[in-house]
């Protein structure tokens, strides 16, 4: 057991849909917290980031990112883990694995748009995980839409209690402040030339409020007290059970609400509590060093060309140079090779505690979803692995390079970029990759040209549904058309399906059968 005190985390994420202003409010986190002198040079960042490695350049090109960062910054002496998730119009199960790492959530919404579908489909995910969610209701600056609306959509959509923290002085577009609603007082906002600097923020109470901001005030009054007679005021309670949602409004542009809200990570958001293990037994925050694996990606970086593994610590001191081990091999790991990643730029980690990353370089054998430990043996549970909704297969175009595309096929299945379902009669290219979005394809493609050399052709697949069966049932399918039986790395067979109605039907007609659908919450270990 190590005897020091635990220090106080903040592990969160910031998720979005593309557009609504994660970059932005990820930015204005930073200079609120000290990190950054002048807003702007996260995206500066990125574009140096991305000039120095191809796959990058893929991401600037689409103008997405696929390769997530983990931030790190002091805040009102809480450390603050800020893990990037990717944020693009399609799915990945990259973003849902970040999601298995963190404490907290921040929801951003554009008010003008409020939920879109990208932004459903991770809620979903965030509730399976009971996750909090701290909702920002961005670009209050613009015209947009009516404060109620918006929070009668939370609750409708996503099933989320929307418990307004603050409440809009001014109208969207013409946006002077906010009330807390926990306090009583009216924050009122200054402008900064393009927001590179922190917005001042003058504390007014309710009288000179109601003789300067005149008839905005009042319509404050109105919404703020509407919401108060309804009980929708702000419940930590509920709010860490991941049934209430607090709402902060404001604009990350002209950095209205930012304090706020930052404020409210620090002070309503959980530090990482103790995690239970497969057994279902809580390895205390203050036991001996363990982590779980929640990524790894190869080649990161053409000038590195290595492989890394972020792990969340969830008890213990991590050391670097420390004995370590992979429960699942039960071979030791090498941590002498500890770094946070800050886009392409890595700063080597001594000392880590529960609720931070350490990015271990090449540590061979980790995959995703695995537990590391020092001392008494410990084993997490796995990550989810998400339903595939998308199928298609791959082949190399150059057919002498088969070899690299098998070495390719093999390391970005353990990545976890796609999965891979393999014929148990057949070779790697009857293998069919499955996904939950279009563009974990387009990246695999990517990035088996790019780095293993091997230009590949991807063919769309016709199947349409997936499930899990088992041998005697695969032998029953052996002759049914529009039916394939595979093998996922877990050892697990499955059945691919053309045609949802055959299935259907085979249910009906054959319900001995073994056709279970795959569950999100399992885990693949
Ligand atoms: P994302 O990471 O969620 O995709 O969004 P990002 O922060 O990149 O913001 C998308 C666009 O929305 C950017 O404009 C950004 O400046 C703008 N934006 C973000 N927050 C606010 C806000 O509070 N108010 C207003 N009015 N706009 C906001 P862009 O034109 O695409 O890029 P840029 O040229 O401004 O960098």
Redesign the pocket.
């Known amino acids: 057991m190590s005897a020091t005190p635990v220090p106080d985390r903040r592990t969160f994420a910031i998720i979005?849909?593309?557009?609504?202003?994660?970059?932005?409010?990820?930015?204005k986190f930073l200079l609120y917290a000290g990190a950054l002198a002048e807003a702007g040079s996260v995206?500066a960042r990125t574009g140096r980031r991305s000039a120095t490695s191809d796959w990058m350049e893929m991401e600037q090109k689409r103008?997405?990112?696929i390769t997530s960062t983990v931030l790190q910054f002091p805040y009102r002496g809480v450390v603050c883990n800020l893990l990037d998730t990717p944020?693009h119009r399609d799915f990945s199960e990259d973003t849902y694995r970040v999601l298995a790492a963190v404490d907290a959530v921040v929801m951003?919404l554009?008010s003008a748009k409020g939920i879109e579908p990208q932004t459903l489909k991770l809620f979903e995910v965030c509730r399976l995980r009971k996750l909090p969610v701290l909702t920002f209701l961005?670009?209050?600056?613009?015209p947009g839409r009516e404060m109620l609306e918006l929070l009668d959509e939370i609750e409708r959509e996503i099933g989320l209690r929307p418990t307004p923290a603050t409440w809009p002085v001014g109208i969207s577009g013409d946006f002077r402040g906010v009330i807390d609603r926990r306090t009583g007082e009216f924050v009122r906002f200054t402008r900064t030339v393009r927001?590179q600097s922190i917005a001042p923020e003058e504390l007014v109470d309710p009288e000179q409020a109601a003789a300067e901001e005149g008839r905005a005030w009042d319509d404050a009054l109105e919404g703020a007290g509407l919401m108060e007679a309804m009980g929708a005021d702000v419940d930590p309670e509920s709010f860490l059970a991941g049934e209430s949602t607090p709402v902060f409004v404001?604009?990350?542009?002209?950095n209205?609400g930012v304090r706020l809200l930052l404020d409210a990570v620090i002070d309503l958001a959980p530090s990482p509590v103790p995690r239970a293990d497969v057994n279902d037994e809580v390895r205390p925050l203050d036991a001996d060093f363990s982590a779980f694996v929640f990524k790894v990606q190869a080649n990161m970086d053409p000038a590195h060309r290595d492989r890394i593994a972020f792990a969340r610590v969830c008890s213990g001191t991590f050391e670097r140079g420390m004995d370590a081990t992979c429960h699942r091999t039960g071979k030791p790991v090498s941590t002498k090779y500890a770094t946070t990643v800050f886009g392409a730029e890595r700063d080597t980690v001594e000392l880590a505690h529960p609720g931070d990353v350490i990015g271990l370089i090449n540590a061979q054998g980790l995959r995703i979803g695995d537990t590391i430990y020092a001392g008494e043996p410990v084993e997490f549970p796995g990550i989810p692995r998400f339903v595939p909704e998308v199928f298609a297969s791959a082949r190399p175009l150059d057919t002498g390079r088969t070899k690299q595309f098998r070495r390719g096929l093999a390391q970005l299945d353990e990545e976890g970029v796609v999965q891979v379902l393999r014929d148990p009669d057949g070779g790697e290219t009857d293998a069919v990759l499955a996904a939950v979005g279009q563009l974990q394809f387009e990246v695999f493609a990517h990035r088996l040209a790019s780095e293993f050399g091997a230009p590949t052709e991807m063919l769309s697949s016709p199947y349409q549904a997936i499930r899990v069966t088992d041998a005697p049932t695969a032998l029953r399918l052996r002759g049914v058309s529009g039916v394939r039986v595979l093998r996922r790395d877990n050892g697990e067979l499955v059945a691919l399906f053309e045609n949802p109605y055959r299935l259907q039907r085979l249910h009906n007609d054959e319900p001995d059968l073994v056709l279970r659908p795959l569950l999100t919450t399992t885990s693949d270990n």
């Open positions: 979005s849909h593309p557009d609504a202003g994660k970059t932005t409010l990820t930015e995206k103008g997405i990112s944020g951003v554009d961005n670009k209050y600056d613009r927001g404001g604009s990350a542009l002209t209205f």
